[in-house]
């Protein structure tokens, strides 16, 4: 029983906050929320300027040159095409949960995924001097012998 409450306490304390730091953080998202930013400004602007060309007409009564406008009619189709690759957005951390709770230990499976064993990884200068990140040369941790 001790082991269901501490695996209901990692993942309220650990576990959702680190699988929605994983989702926020992918690069997959932040590019993909670019380019659906991006695209939707961009007709935001072109449907302005028409929209803005369209009363300057009826106000003075004559057609308004819209060749100006800098986006193009195209805007709309980049737009279509970034909310299609919003919409099926597949980041691998979701996977790997999916997976990981598929088994009976899915707590510790989760905890290695979002909870990986740190790694040091040693300079270029401290791995010459011994390989032990001291910097004494002499191969071993430690320190005060």
């Known amino acids: 029983m001790d082991t269901l409450v501490s695996e209901s306490e990692w993942m309220h304390n650990r576990g959702v906050a680190a699988i929605a730091n994983s989702i926020l953080n992918a690069s997959e998202m ?27 007409e009826e106000t003075f009564g004559q057609e308004f040159d819209i060749s100006h406008c800098s986006v193009t009619d195209q805007a ?47 300079t270029d200068e401290e791995e010459a001097a011994g390989g032990d990140g001291d910097g004494d040369g002499d191969g071993e941790g430690g320190g005060n012998e």
């Open 30 to 56: 932040d590019t993909t929320v670019a380019a659906l930013i991006y695209a939707s400004h961009a007709v935001g602007h072109r449907w302005g300027y028409l929209e803005c060309a369209h009363h300057v």
């Open 76 to 122: 709309d189709a980049m737009l279509t095409r970034a909310e299609e690759v919003y919409d099926h957005l597949s980041l691998p951390v979701m996977g790997l949960v999916t997976e990981a709770l598929k088994h009976d230990d899915w707590c510790a499976q989760l905890k290695a995924i979002l909870d990986p064993a740190e790694t040091v990884e040693l």
